[in-house]
């Protein structure tokens, strides 16, 4: 495979294994992630409950 396509970080980037600096950013890394999932968990949540919700009031407003 072409390197340039599919570039390989160095020892700069990734770091030596085992090292506290990377296991905290690595850390970090899996926080940030876990505070996406949930702020785009919340937002899904809404947008399904207005959905339910538009449905339920649809149905009482057909049935009056």
């Known amino acids: 495979m072409n390197s340039i396509i599919f570039p390989q970080a ?3 980037c990734i770091g030596q294994s085992g ?3 990377v296991l905290a950013a690595n850390g970090a890394v ?3 992630l876990g505070a996406l999932m949930l702020v785009f968990g919340v937002i899904f949540a809404i947008v399904v409950s207005f959905i339910r919700r538009a ?6 407003v057909a049935q009056s």
């Not at 449905?55 to 009482?60: F, G, N």
């Open 19 to 21: 090292q506290v600096t």
């Open 30 to 32: 899996f926080v940030m």
């Open 10 to 12: 160095c020892a700069t």
């Open 55 to 60: 449905r339920r009031l649809e149905a009482e």
